[in-house]
């Protein structure tokens, strides 16, 4: 798939996620606003979010998509893993505000919610909505190893959590148990730092150049190429979808340069076939018998 298809078909999963959330938000407003539920109304915020984080990242697949130039020689792919760290971030500042306003509440030992049945349906259409629109968002992330589509999934599947612990609180409600709202405004919260968690972890491993594949494994790929008597010097880093390798590999010295070079190719080859996400190989052969370097 080209660069070009692949950051349209993103594009297109981002812009249903987009109308979807918007929806949910509007929905669980109305309810949480109603039933004066401090649970519905995080979940409503984290709907928003949902969306927020869709625009977000419609303007980073957008630059990320566009094509390698004279100052960007790799393309603009870390684009998108940058984008995922600012969603982290802005995740991050909305659990934070969740927070305060639940612990504020079991200060204030506000009254718990009232009861409605109705809520509770419409809160429960959401998580059938919330189920297969991210297990769509997974399976086009997967398809296309996007870190924005996974994430965005991810971020879906967390909001069916939080319309569950929402609609608990709402149905808990008829026991008078005023403390059981924020409570589970608090369980919000953390599900949402689960998922901040997740980002930023990979987002650190793309920004340090963190090692994404065993240089083991790579080195038995590389061996297994005939011709080649040794490899070594191996180093892979970038995004998931984007691994750029770097290697040695020893080859007999009678070899001319076009055997030489076909050896590379077939290398290169089959370092792509073991590892999907790779996209740049850098090889540097030398004769049989020098000294190995470290793999870092």
């Known amino acids: 798939m080209s660069e070009s298809a692949r950051a349209a078909r993103i594009r ?32 409503a915020i984290h709907s928003l979010l949902d969306g927020g984080a869709s625009v977000i990242a419609l303007i980073g697949i957008t630059a990320a998509a566009r094509p390698p130039d004279a100052g960007h020689p790799y393309g603009h792919r870390k684009f998108e893993i940058l984008t995922t760290i600012i969603v982290a971030g802005l995740l991050f500042l909305s659990a934070w505000e969740i927070l305060g306003a639940a612990v504020g509440r079991l200060l204030r030992s506000a009254p718990a919610p009232d009861f409605s049945l109705g809520g509770i349906a419409l809160l429960g259409l959401g998580i059938v909505a919330n189920l297969f629109l991210s297990r769509w968002e997974r399976r086009a992330g997967l398809e ?13 599947r967390t909001d069916v959590f939080s319309s569950v612990l929402a609609i608990a609180a709402v149905a808990g409600s008829p026991f008078g148990l005023p403390w059981l709202d924020p409570l589970f405004a608090i369980g919000i919260v953390i599900l949402l730092a689960r998922a901040i968690y997740e980002i930023f972890i990979e987002g650190v491993k793309v920004v340090s150049d963190a090692t994404r594949l065993d240089p083991e494994q790579i080195r038995k790929v590389a061996e297994g190429v005939e011709g080649v008597r ?26 001319s340069t076009r055997q030489v070079y076909e050896i590379e190719n077939q290398v ?29």
Not at 12 to 36: C, E, I, M, P, S
């Open 12 to 43: 297109r999963v981002l812009l249903t996620a987009l109308a979807v959330n918007a929806l949910l938000a509007a929905v669980k407003f109305g309810v949480g606003w109603q039933l004066g539920s401090l649970s519905v109304l995080s979940d």
């Open 230 to 255: 040794g490899a070594h010097a191996i180093r892979s880093h970038g995004m998931a979808n984007d691994i750029h390798i770097d290697l040695h590999i020893q080859v007999e010295e009678q070899l």
């Open 144 to 156: 296309v190893s996007s870190p924005l589509l996974l994430a965005d999934a991810a971020h879906t």
């Open 268 to 296: 290169s080859e089959a370092l792509r076939q073991k590892f999907p996400g790779v996209t740049h190989v850098a090889l540097r052969h030398e004769p049989r018998g020098t000294p190995p370097e470290p793999n870092a």
